[in-house]
């Protein structure tokens, strides 16, 4: 068994697109009309064929408060895995993200927590 898709409840498609692929540099795999909302995958370019990341419109009404809470306690939805945090902390702030956790040193993983503009906080994480 293994991972095929993974969701990421988002508030615009459109924006959510932009940012995951412009900003963090994932690329569209496949978008589906679905009447109002299409079915949105990204992938990492270095896996074209691997986990699928679907931009979920977070319309189902427990979602937003779901979102809300965990942005209110600081915990992030998902955690993707990057070559070195430090770096990607570099690169992303140049280019306007906003980060909520600065990268942090914890022994075995360094980590840091940015704002998806869709109202979700992401972890990007580098094991030591």
């Not at 064929?49 to 937003?64: N, Q, R, Y």
């Not at 306007?96 to 992401?122: H, K, S, W, Y």
């Amino acid at each position: 068994m293994k991972i095929h898709l993974s969701s990421v409840c988002v508030d615009d498609q459109d924006k959510a697109l932009r940012f995951y692929t412009d900003v963090l540099g994932f690329r569209k795999k496949h978008e589906i009309p679905l009447g109002e909302h299409r079915w949105l995958t990204v992938v990492s370019p270095d896996d074209p064929d691997g986990t699928e990341l679907v931009l979920e419109p977070d319309e189902h009404p427990a979602v937003k408060p779901y979102k809300e809470a965990l942005v209110k306690d600081g915990i992030p939805v998902t955690s993707f895995a990057v070559d070195d945090v430090h770096a990607e902390f570099t690169r992303l702030r140049g280019l306007g993200v906003r980060f909520t956790q600065e990268p942090v040193d914890m022994g075995t993983v360094t980590t840091a927590v940015l704002d998806d503009t869709c109202g979700n906080l992401i972890q990007i994480a580098h094991t030591n």
